[in-house]
């Protein structure tokens, strides 16, 4: 009989020298990306997917095996694929990807070459705000650092390919958006500032339900103070938010299991 206790991964051929440097390293940032969320509790069962895109080869993407939780996730196990979907290199002979996450991810790769990284969850609270007509309230410094935020109407589970001209057009030029009654989306340069503005809007979020459920009167900045926060927030006023911090999300991932350098 097979041996059960043998893992998906623990078959997978040796990646690193398959792919080139660039590859290897666009590899560690995208299962570091996955790791993160899952210890900071950002994940929905096997679904939901980031995707990076591989410098110096902007048609190809890498994105998790479909069936693995983001706490699985290795450099090595991540699958290339082509903006079209096509699937480049597979290292597992059984999985796939998800079809839902190819439509949504694709579209936004495909008209911002400005992104490398996009990261789509469907937490708790981010759907929450996902059903407020008010959407993304500026009730907090760090909400208003993550404006401005898009929003995109449902449209059902994201199969039909003709949507994606409709999200990208709402989008914009904006790192953030809401998918409504749907969940939260970042669009960033990199997996480490797409990393930092998903949290940013995931505690956002987290803060508004909180602050609205206590059923009290709120306060809000002045449109003055908003619009001025957000300015100082953008990423070419003063830096990049999340390449600082990067080095540290490294190490506390490392301080727990390095095994997603694998």
Same mark, same amino acid.
């Given at each position: 009989?097979?041996d059960?206790n043998?893992t998906t ?9 398959r ?5 290897w390293?666009? =590899?560690?940032?995208?299962?570091a990306t996955y790791r993160?969320?899952a210890?900071f509790?950002m994940t929905?069962?096997v679904y939901?997917h980031?995707?990076?895109r @591989?410098?110096g080869?902007a048609?190809h993407? %890498? @994105?998790?095996p479909?069936?693995?939780?983001y706490e699985?996730?290795?450099?090595s196990?991540l +699958?290339t694929?082509? @903006?079209e979907?096509?699937?480049i290199?597979?290292?597992h002979?059984? %999985? ?9 991810h694709?579209?936004?790769?495909a008209?911002r ?5 996009v +990261?789509?969850?469907h937490?708790?609270a981010g759907?929450?705000?996902s059903t407020?007509k ?5 009730l907090t ?6 404006m401005?935020v898009a ?7 994201? $199969?039909?390919l003709d949507?994606?001209?409709?999200l990208?057009k709402d989008l914009?030029s ?5 998918? =409504?009654?749907h969940?939260l989306l970042?669009?960033s340069?990199?997996a480490a500032?797409?990393?930092?503005q998903?949290y940013s809007l ?6 508004q339900?909180?602050a609205?459920a ?12 908003v619009?001025h926060?957000v ?5 070419t006023t003063?830096?990049p938010f999340?390449?600082?911090?990067w080095?540290?999300m $490294?190490?506390y991932?490392?301080r &727990?299991d390095?095994?997603? &350098?694998e």
């Amino acid at each position: 009989m097979p041996d059960t206790n043998v893992t998906t991964s623990a078959r997978i051929d040796p990646v690193r020298a398959r792919v080139s440097d660039a590859e290897w390293q666009a =590899r560690l940032d995208c299962a570091a990306t996955y790791r993160l969320l899952a210890l900071f509790g950002m994940t929905d069962l096997v679904y939901n997917h980031v995707t990076v895109r @591989i410098p110096g080869e902007a048609e190809h993407l %890498l @994105i998790n095996p479909y069936g693995w939780m983001y706490e699985e996730i290795t450099a090595s196990s991540l +699958i290339t694929i082509d @903006i079209e979907g096509n699937t480049i290199f597979n290292p597992h002979p059984d %999985l796939g990807i998800n079809a839902a996450g190819y439509v949504i991810h694709s579209a936004v790769h495909a008209a911002r070459p400005d992104v490398g990284c996009v +990261i789509h969850t469907h937490t708790r609270a981010g759907m929450a705000v996902s059903t407020m007509k008010c959407g993304l309230l500026p009730l907090t410094q760090t909400a208003m650092r993550c404006m401005p935020v898009a929003y995109h109407d449902f449209e059902g589970p994201a $199969l039909n390919l003709d949507e994606r001209a409709r999200l990208v057009k709402d989008l914009g030029s904006a790192c953030s958006m809401i998918l =409504r009654n749907h969940g939260l989306l970042t669009a960033s340069p990199t997996a480490a500032e797409a990393f930092n503005q998903m949290y940013s809007l995931e505690m956002a979020c987290k803060a508004q339900v909180d602050a609205m459920a206590a059923n009290t009167e709120l306060t809000q900045p002045s449109e003055d103070v908003v619009a001025h926060s957000v300015h100082l927030y953008q990423p070419t006023t003063r830096r990049p938010f999340g390449l600082l911090e990067w080095p540290a999300m $490294l190490r506390y991932l490392d301080r &727990r299991d390095p095994s997603w &350098r694998e």
